[in-house]
């Protein structure tokens, strides 16, 4: 069975690790990586959705943090400080400059970020096909205020130095509106046999992936049945602060809101968490069939029960 998944960071990668469990050695998974969270820093390429789904899947993810590496160090960020060289509020360690290095030095020989992906994975061995959204450059930057002006700072400023506390008017993904599908990618979409949105950010991950031109036609388009999985729980974002993101774009924080955003054109089935059992009647009032499903990744038991549900909704909503 070829899945193809539209995957952020955390909650797209330990859904894929149930995925996997869930479907065995026959299923085929390609995961469509969000790059609109890519940082440069220090004269280095960081890719920080791509690297925590291909370290979540390789075993080399720091598990709590659901970013970075395990048994980490950080000589290099400390020596950096010495240098008074920022910023400090980005922790790459020892073991994550490697990937970084490595990714750079590919790209600056001219290997496309496709290709320079799938050399980091040979080494990982994810269990999947990661491919980046696009081989051109898209990062997404936050329209807020500061010191009484507007101004755009990078997701990961806004993300991880403000902890998504300054105001977002706007959530611009720079570069997408010429951004061209990764190699793969469309084609990926348009064999697949089902198409998953998993509990990832709506708007800064599968929003920034479906932003490229061409994806959110292919997916649309596609005779595969795609089945979103509501990263929203109870009123909450499960992780992360996606109801941040989610205000800017006028959306509000429940898991029937983030099933009309995506919209009945897109998306032909919605799994929210039994505690959003209420909205079920909403979101199919929408034109989107809905199930209530335990949605807690809590372990890898648990995503694989989700995507288990997932792909059974997908062939109940098939159309012939
Ligand atoms: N997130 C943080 O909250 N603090 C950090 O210092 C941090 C460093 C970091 C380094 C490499 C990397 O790949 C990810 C990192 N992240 C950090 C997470 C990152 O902001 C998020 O993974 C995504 O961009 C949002 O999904």
Redesign the pocket.
Known sequence: MRIVVLA???GGARFLRGLKQAVGPEGEITVIGNTG?DIHLFGLK????L??VMYTLGGGIHEE????RADESFSIKAEMKEYGVGPE????GDR?FATHIVRTQMLGAGYPLSAVTEALCARWQPGVRLLPMSDDRVETHVVTDVDGERKAVH??EY??KHHALIPAHAIVPVGAETAKPAPGVLEALAEADVILFPPS?PVV?VGTILAVPGIRRAVAQSAAPVIGLSPIIGGAPVR?MADKVLEAVGVETTAAAVAKRYGSDLIDGWLVDEADEASVAEVEAAGIPCRAVPLWMTDVDASAAMARAALDFAEAVRKP
Request: charged letters at 15%.
């Open positions: 952020g960071g955390i969270d960081v890719c920080p959705d690297d925590t943090q659901g970013w970075g509020w980005f922790g790459l994550d997701f990961q993300w991880v950010n991950s992360g």
